[in-house]
């Protein structure tokens, strides 16, 4: 549908429609899927040439743009992952029971689980982060396995869907611990925040939560904060990423990056 767009937004836009961003729909939001402003990297990069067809919604920039973010480092739209809060007690048993993952560790840990229904088949895969005691931050993908969880959840645990009151950027590539901890005094060793860890922090000015985790088999961070501060934390991150060569990349990289991995992309 063409006629409401652009309907959803973030507080990224204005600075994605200034370099030239290119926009496919994703779940209701303007999502970049590549960068006209890194056109300049083509002359580095050889592309084969598509037809007409294939070259539907597609640029040789966005092969220049997965090969900058896998020498240096990229920021990446990651806002439309749906987000959901699940808390109070029996939090844990809740979860624990609907899904494959162990979820009894400390909290700051993160745990990849498969959602399943009452016959243990998989509806889905989502991320589990555990914040507290009795408090979840979890990434599912749809608003399915959000109804899922409002419907079976017992009275003592709340289901909150918190999508449209945050956002999410995605720093990846070998570059992006030293641009994150350009940003912060908190130590982003691998010792200190190893691989499926996160920590609450402020970068630059802006209260964040760091989730050490990857999808496009880069080191880097999903970094989350609420949507009020979206374009603050893009500014600061581009602003110290500077010095890095940091590039905004599209989804189109993104893909592109997850494949080359082998990651998966349930039901695709």
Known sequence: ?????????????????ELGAFFLEASG???PQWYESNANLLAHYKCPQRDDWSAKFWSP???AEARAVREGVGLFDITTLKRIEVSGNGAFEFLEQLTTG???????????????????????DITVMRRGEHDFFVGVNS???????????P?????????AGTVGLG???????ELAQSLTGDDLSNEALGYFRLKSLYLGHVPVTLCRLSYVGELGY?????????????DTLWQAGKKYGLIAAGRGAFNSMRLEKEYRSYGT
């Open 102 to 124: 162990n979820l009894k560790k400390k909290p700051g840990s993160i745990t990849y689980c498969l959602l399943l229904n009452d016959r243990a088949g998989i509806m889905s």
């Open 222 to 234: 999903e970094i989350y904060t609420t949507a009020d501060l979206g374009l603050k934390l893009w």
């Open 1 to 17: 549908m063409e006629s409401a767009r652009p309907i959803r937004t973030t507080g990224f836009y204005p600075r994605q429609q």
């Open 61 to 63: 920039i966005i092969g």
């Open 171 to 177: 720093l990846f590539g070998p570059k992006s611990r």
């Open 143 to 153: 608003n399915i396995e959000i109804n899922y969880f409002r419907q079976l959840a």
């Open 29 to 31: 939001y303007e999502g």
């Open 155 to 163: 009275a003592t645990v709340h289901v909150k869907d918190i999508t």
